[in-house]
């Protein structure tokens, strides 16, 4: 089984080096394939894309945005089995065997997700409720659920060429919700299988684009939703709330780092 693993990339030099030794140091039954889609990055991650050139394939040039970046690679991409990791995240050690593993167990499985932890700067977990409480969501997963909040998080999702061969590529023109737009797509497909061990880390700093940008990503969400949710009232309130409820979070978290 071969995996390809896409890493979008635009100014992340700081990080960079931490995420391509978490995905060249897994070993397991598989052949992996990493491709780094770089948009014109000057901080020097020219260098250390150089010096990782005999284990990596890599871009440099423009684009239209991260998931333009992201669809390049994937269109790129030899393996069977498919998935991105962002040029600021990491995967855990092990995360690569239990993903071809569980491919190899269900034929029948079109795409998996796993637990994940969030860090900082320094690779130092925080957020532990958060983590906390994807896991407990994600264990009792429903389509119904995922529409009205994405809890899966994107660094551990994992999708079979043959899926994507079904439902396409990334929507380029959402910025902040694609991911969540593509869940929705391969949900229709069937249920993913959640694997409980740890399979990636979230970086969440003040300028990463999530902890940024969160009240457009929630507009995208929306949309998303809209676009894949059937008509169905109470669904939509829920899901009305629960973003609400969200929003409410990430602004008092927001405001108390000030």
Sequence with gaps: MKISIVTPSLDQAPYLERTLASVLSQRGEFELELLVMDGGSTDGTAEILRRHADRLSYRIEPDAGQASAINKGLRAATGDVLGWLNSDDLLYPGALARVAAAFRDRPDLAW??????????QDRPIRRWVSAYKDFRCRRYSRRALLVENFVSQMTVFWRRTAMERIGLLDESMRYGFDYEYWLRLSALGDPLYLRERIAAFRWYATSKSG???????????AAFARHAP?????????????AQILAAYRLLRALRR
């Design 212 to 222: 940024a940008n969160f009240e457009r990503q929630f507009e995208e969400d929306t």
């Design 112 to 121: 998996l997700h796993g637990r994940c932890e969030v860090v900082d700067e």
């Design 231 to 243: 008509a169905d009232a109470l669904l939509r309130l829920h899901k009305g709330l629960r973003t």
